[in-house]
């Protein structure tokens, strides 16, 4: 059973910081792409920002400069330290991988539970 926990999120104050954390853990053959989405109330879940397994990252127009994801590979993990945090930036963001489980050949989707961010004075 392949899992992606999330842990980082919580209430910060505008311009300040938080880091996500997710860790993919069970039987997992091989990892391609990770990434994180949020989705705000009433709004569609976005893509934040992502980084396939060849090291190259994709960020959304409105976190480039501010928002900075990195991947472990021998850790299964991927993070997204956030700083100069705005009130619309306030969501509950999800992790999303790209994972072949053990004894499969395919890739599939796989997301976390969601940890909720408030930026809020």
């Known amino acids: 059973q392949v899992q992606l926990v999330e842990s980082g999120g919580g209430l910060v104050q505008p311009g300040g910081s938080l880091r996500l954390s997710c860790a993919a853990s069970?039987?997992?053959?091989?990892?391609?792409?990770m990434g994180w989405y949020r989705q705000a109330p009433g709004k569609q879940r976005e893509l934040v920002a992502a980084?396939?397994?060849?090291?190259?990252?994709n960020y959304a127009d409105s976190v480039e400069g501010r928002f900075t994801i990195s991947r472990d590979e021998a850790k299964s993990t991927v993070y997204l330290q956030m700083n100069t945090l705005r009130p619309e930036d306030t969501a509950v963001y999800y992790c999303?991988?790209?994972?072949?489980?053990?004894?499969?050949?395919?890739?599939?989707?796989?997301w976390g539970q969601g940890t909720q961010v408030t930026v809020s004075s």
């Open positions: 069970g039987r997992i053959r091989s990892i391609s792409a």
């Open positions: 980084v396939p397994n060849d090291d190259r990252t």
């Open positions: 999303h991988a790209r994972i072949m489980p053990g004894g499969s050949l395919s890739f599939y989707d796989y």
